[in-house]
T-cell receptor, first 112, second 112 residues
Framework: GEDVEQSLFLSVREGDSSVINCTYTDSSSTYLYWYKQEPGAGLQLLTY?????DMKQDQRLTVLLNKKDKHLSLRIADTQTGDSAIYFC????????????FGKGTRLSVIA | NAGVTQTPKFRILKIGQSMTLQCTQDMNHNYMYWYRQDPGMGLKLIYY???????DKGEVPNGYNVSRSTTEDFPLRLELAAPSQTSVYFC???????????FGPGTRLLVL
């Protein structure tokens, strides 16, 4: 398909791990991104991974990339209430008129 | 270093009115972008610019115009506002097309 796909909702308990999944479309994408959007705010870059990497870890965040399946995931360890937000997956496209294509976002709700 | 700034934060327009959404970045980025975000949706690219004097259409350009006379500024013009243009508009910039995009805080527009 043409779209970057994400599940729309995820609910976890505080202290648990969250895993947000994304399927992208362009196998030649060089960078894949995770952005976080808090209510009423703009998008904040959370992390990114270069396409020649399988995994990237940054404190509580772990990004896994499966290029064969075009699957990207974001794991948040020890999820906190402050992690409640919408998380957008995005890919760089090397063709078409849209350099960066976003998924519809996954709304993460953290239950205390 | 303010990053990407947008004005106004919020505006109500009547059908048929026109307005300009302002965007300024102070990072000396060549690339600038305008997106719209509709409820429950990801971001759709309206227009982008690869440098002063050069603009290109994105995925949803109809009803909008842009100009890029300086590296810093990338205003978005709505000539005849329609209810379908009710949305949140985000401006972003990046050093290059493959580089990370940095977003402004957004302009919420309501067309009645």
């Amino acid at each position: 398909g043409e779209d970057v796909e994400q599940s729309l909702f995820l609910s976890v308990r505080e202290g648990d791990s969250s895993v947000i999944n994304c399927t992208y479309t362009d196998s030649s994408s060089t960078y894949l991104y995770w952005y976080k959007q808090e209510p009423g705010a703009g998008l904040q870059l959370l992390t990114y991974i270069f396409s020649n990497m399988d995994m990237k870890q940054d404190q509580r965040l772990t990004v896994l990339l499966n290029k064969k399946d075009k699957h990207l995931s974001l794991r948040i360890a020890d999820t906190q209430t402050g992690d409640s937000a919408i998380y957008f997956c995005a890919e760089i496209r090397n063709s078409g008129n849209t350099p960066l294509v976003f998924g519809k976002g996954t709304r993460l709700s953290v239950i205390a | 270093n303010a990053g990407v700034t947008q004005t106004p934060k919020f505006r109500i327009l009547k059908i048929g009115q026109s307005m300009t959404l302002q965007c300024t970045q102070d990072m000396n980025h060549n690339y600038m972008y305008w997106y719209r975000q509709d409820p429950g949706m990801g971001l759709k690219l309206i227009y982008y610019s690869v440098g002063a004097g050069i603009t290109d259409k994105g995925e949803v350009p109809n009803g909008y115009n842009v100009s890029r006379s300086t590296t810093e500024d990338f205003p978005l013009r709505l000539e005849l506002a329609a209810p379908s243009q009710t949305s949140v508009y985000f401006c972003a910039s990046s050093a290059d097309v493959q580089e990370t995009q940095y977003f402004g805080p957004g302009t919420r527009l309501l067309v009645l």
